[in-house]
């Protein structure tokens, strides 16, 4: 071998050692992180986290900043981007899609509790007040909207498709209609504001919450299935760390459960918080 072509060979491997011994670093790093950043919408989400979470993982030792978010995009694209190293503030459904359709590498690690969905109303207080023409505003992402039209389905208020997944229902299922209400999406965030131009709003807990409303001021509330429950979610080359696996257990804990029952009364909540 020549000389050229050993120094080459050796030149490669001392690079490849370098390059090994940085990603060792660089994972080494991420197992003993101790300064986490997590993301939640505005309300509710992220009170839930800086009453019930932030503490216990402050009393291993993290130092932990809530940031806090007005829209259902910006946190997973920070997840992705590193600015967070977890959230909290979609259900698995919304979740899945949205990392498929964005080609996100993001999972869950948890379930957590969610303020129901409801419809509000500042002039009308039952839904038998709903009026032929009523305007009703309701979430424009796909998965709140199919989940907005199944709540108003269940108060008889429309029909749609028999058969259809009522995951995926959309306008364009709608069968019948028999009080000829006009339905107006709007981005979640902005549906406490509609209700002074509508008659009803169907509005996610969060952003009710963080408007002012109250779940005891709903003309109705929705009984949440499972998968409508929140999740944290995080990176999934991060999934395995300790410091997820310490997030994910402050959810499961009996500290947390207090938490819930003071302050957070009404909220649906998985198996293992009931």
Do not use: C
Not at 218 to 223: I, N, P, R, T, W
């Amino acid at each position: 071998m020549s000389f050229s072509r050993r120094s080459l060979l050796s030149t490669a491997v001392a690079l490849a050692a370098v390059l090994g011994a940085a990603t060792l670093a660089s994972q080494a790093q991420a197992q003993q992180k101790k300064e986490l950043v997590i993301g939640a919408t505005a309300g509710s989400n992220l009170d839930v986290l800086k009453l019930g979470i932030k503490p216990q993982l402050e009393q291993k030792g993290y130092k932990v900043k809530l940031v806090e978010f007005n829209d259902y995009v910006q946190p997973n694209k920070a997840l992705a981007d590193g600015a967070l190293d977890a959230n909290f503030f979609q259900h698995i459904i919304y979740l899945k899609k949205f990392a498929a359709d964005q080609k996100l590498d993001i999972v869950d690690i948890v379930q957590g509790p969610i303020a129901p969905l409801g419809l509000y109303s500042r002039k009308f207080k039952t839904v038998a007040d709903v009026r032929e023409g009523a305007r009703i505003a309701l979430p424009n992402d796909p998965t709140n909207l199919a989940r907005s039209l199944v709540f108003l389905e269940q108060h008889k208020l429309l029909t749609v498709k028999p058969g259809v997944d009522p995951l995926r229902v959309t306008e364009k299922d709608i069968v019948a209609n028999p009080k000829k209400i006009q339905l107006v999406p709007l981005e979640a965030a902005q549906l406490p504001r509609a209700l002074d131009d509508t008659d009803f709003a169907v509005i996610n807990g969060n952003f009710a919450i963080s408007s002012g409303l109250k779940l005891t001021e709903a003309v109705a509330l929705e009984k949440t299935p499972d998968y409508y429950l929140l999740v944290a979610a995080v990176k999934r080359a991060d999934a395995a760390t300790p410091w997820a696996h310490d997030i994910a257990e402050a959810f499961k804990t009996p500290y947390f459960k207090q938490v819930l029952d003071k302050n957070f009364a009404g909220y649906a909540r998985p198996s293992f918080l009931q």
